[in-house]
């Protein structure tokens, strides 16, 4: 396979071993994504212990379960600039760190304020690890493998989702009085299942003081020759000195990076940057978070039991993880772009289908009873659901925000998508528990909406990156015509 962008002479093949350090480096980066899954997803087995034991209103249990977000956002707007400063790798030890003092204060909470607060704590190491680990990723890996390893980083935050689902049913099974009962080593069931993620958390702090820096961010360094020696490691030696000096000409300019160098003609922000926002915008707008945040308490509310709930849960975890496989076999086979409209097309249609469920369903004190066909069709619809997102628009979006931005914006544009994507991810968790209290129809036919939405503006809006080499993204950047024009086709 060729290494070189479009219209480059083919390069040579991969050394033996190559492909393989590319992986293992990718991989090491994608756990802070497995903790991005694990923290996101842990909340959800706690959240009627947390309603039960702190005597919380629906509105405030949004606000708990989404308090993390706002310091995702808060992390994901600093890590651009700060591993600009410090490189890559330090922010990830910086993350990890934060990852043990969160869970640890989670665990030991004593009211809800005590515990929305480490969540925030928590939620800036997941900010920054959301950033981070595609940059990384896409700096170190060669352009015809950069898709599978960039989806790299969905495949852990869907194993840190299902990691932590599995967890919590475990300890739900073994404890006495479910999620707000006692474990049997001590304390309430729900404390263990915060704790749990000290163990990636510390895994992921030693592993990050083993992998090597970015070659970009070591040129920007001016460290060439540290640079020259990561690279040697994931491509070909013959092609180690043009890669070199390709970076070093994307870098030409090399002075710090502020936000103001995103700036442009078009709504303040250059084209590619909106394209990069609005792709993280709808990401979460399609509704996804609500599945992994809330479907406990979702299944309980529509008849299953807490157990059954959880297990249920577990199942929609586990498609999820299935599903990201064949995103990572097909994205550098037939692109991105066509990924994100089937994707898009296939979450509305499954969301249609929900909401129909939901909105017809019979009240029942107060909540939608699903029985029979209706029930069996509104899972069905939640696991397919999840296979459109999972093989489309999870892994791919994370990709793209890793590789569409030049060499001197990556990291800031990349913090600024992020936090937007947190945000609406915020957005989406805190509304939920109000809108579903009005009706479950109505909240799915506000996700429906955005997946139409969505489609319409990848099929206007979103260039093709697949094959490009980072250094020759400027075309998406540069270019002064309409947005449409900007971000077409490649």
């Not at 396979?1 to 990718?26: E, F, K, V």
């Not at 890590?79 to 990890?96: C, E, L, N, T, W």
């Not at 199942?315 to 496989?325: A, D, E, G, K, Q």
């Not at 898009?344 to 699903?370: K, R, S, W, Y």
Request: aromatic share 8%.
């Amino acid at each position: 396979m060729a290494l070189g962008g479009s219209g480059d002479p083919p390069r040579q093949a991969h050394p033996p071993g190559s492909a393989a350090t590319a992986l293992l480096l990718a991989g090491a980066a994608a756990l802070g994504g497995f903790l991005f899954g694990y923290d996101s997803s842990v909340i959800n087995g706690t959240v009627d212990a947390l309603r039960a034991q702190f005597q919380l209103s629906p509105v405030v249990v949004g606000l708990v379960v989404s308090a993390a977000l706002l310091g995702c956002a808060a992390g994901a707007w600093c890590a651009g600039p700060i591993s600009d400063r410090m490189g890559r790798v330090r922010v990830m030890q910086i993350a990890a760190m934060l990852f043990v003092v969160s869970s640890l204060g989670s665990a030991l909470a004593f009211n809800a304020w005590d515990l929305t607060f480490w969540r925030v704590v928590g939620g800036l190491a997941v900010g920054a690890a959301s950033v981070i680990a595609p940059a990384y990723i896409a700096e170190i890996s060669p352009a015809d493998l950069r898709g599978r390893l960039g989806s790299l980083q969905q495949m852990a935050i869907v194993l840190g989702i299902f990691a932590a689902l599995v967890v919590d049913y475990v300890i739900v099974r073994v404890s006495h009085g479910g999620a707000g009962g006692d474990f049997p080593w001590g304390g309430t069931a729900w404390r263990w299942m915060f704790a749990s993620a000290i163990v990636p958390a510390v895994m992921y702090g030693v592993i990050a003081t083993r992998i090597p820096e970015s070659p970009r961010y070591l040129v920007k360094k001016r460290q060439l020759d540290r640079a020259r020696q990561v690279l040697a490691k994931v491509m070909n030696r013959g092609d180690v000195d043009v890669k070199l000096g390709e970076i070093v000409r994307s870098l030409a300019s090399d002075r710090p990076v502020h936000l103001r160098d995103l700036r442009g003609s078009r709504l303040g922000l250059l084209p590619i940057v909106w394209v990069g926002i609005l792709l993280s915008v709808f990401q979460q707008f399609a509704g996804i978070n609500v599945i992994f945040y809330y479907s406990s308490s979702l299944w309980r509310a529509v008849g299953f039991s807490e157990n059954d709930a959880m297990l249920t849960s577990v199942i929609n975890s586990v498609v999820n993880v299935v599903s990201t496989l064949v995103a990572i076999a097909l994205i550098d086979k037939i692109g991105r772009r066509p990924l994100l409209l089937a994707g898009a097309a296939g979450m509305a249609i499954m969301l249609g289908i929900m909401t129909l469920c939901f909105a017809t369903a019979p009240v029942v004190n107060g909540e939608p009873h699903l029985g029979g066909v209706a029930g069996t069709t509104a899972l069905v619809a939640a696991n397919l659901y999840v296979v459109a997102f999972a093989a489309t628009w999870g892994p791919v979006v994370w990709v793209m925000l890793g590789e569409m931005f030049t060499n001197v914006i990556r990291a800031s544009a990349l913090a600024v998508a992020a936090a937007a994507q947190w945000i609406a991810n915020w957005m989406i968790t805190t509304t939920f528990p109000g809108l579903s209290g009005v009706s479950l129809g109505l909240a799915y036919g506000l996700y429906t909406a955005f997946a139409l939405l969505a489609f319409f503006f990848v099929l206007r809006n979103v260039p093709e990156t697949k094959g490009r080499e980072l250094e020759d993204m400027d075309a998406l950047q540069t270019r002064s015509a309409p947005t449409r024009e900007v971000t077409g086709r490649v």
